[in-house]
């Protein structure tokens, strides 16, 4: 018990639990396909594939329900990008990136700061050390019994 106690308060990075982080990326290339009709109604869920300047598929996905897709160029030159409904509609677009609007923009970090790690890893080695006081108590009260 004291083993697993003191691999607690030594090496707390292996109690933490892996997560997921976001950063959020401002910028980016966007499209927005819409069909030709009176109501200009969304192309959603269309396949898009991006070739780069050198003519290799760069990216594909789908348009999201607005019809929407973006991408983040990562040089310069003219690049295509080919949409299909898969009912027979498409388009074809080109677009010229300059040196500035490569690799899209600024990240907006979200993550956990210092502070809120250390309160994190004290309430985990906390929450640990309760539980084994917890099993030590009731050891102690079934042999005294």
């Known amino acids: 018990m004291k083993t697993i106690i003191l691999i607690c308060l030594f090496l707390p990075s292996l109690i933490f639990c892996h997560g ?3 950063d959020i990326i401002e910028g980016g290339v966007g499209i927005e396909v819409k069909y030709d009709d009176i109501e200009k ?3 959603s869920y269309a396949e898009v594939k991006v070739f780069s300047p050198d003519g290799k598929e760069f990216q594909q996905g789908l348009t999201d329900r607005f019809g929407r897709f973006l991408f983040y160029p990562d040089k310069k030159g003219k690049w295509k990008i080919e949409v299909n409904d898969g009912m027979g509609h498409g388009v074809v677009k080109e677009i010229n990136i300059s040196e500035e609007e490569k690799v899209g923009g600024k990240k907006t970090e979200e993550n956990f700061g210092l502070l809120q790690k250390i309160v994190v890893g004290i309430s ?3 929450g640990f050390t309760g539980v084994a ?3 030590l108590a009731k050891k102690n009260t079934k042999t005294n019994n």
Do not use: R
Request: contains cysteine; aromatic residues 24%; negative net charge.
């Open 20 to 22: 997921v982080e976001c």
């Open 41 to 43: 109604t969304a192309v």
């Open 124 to 126: 985990i080695i906390w």
């Open 133 to 135: 006081f917890y099993i």
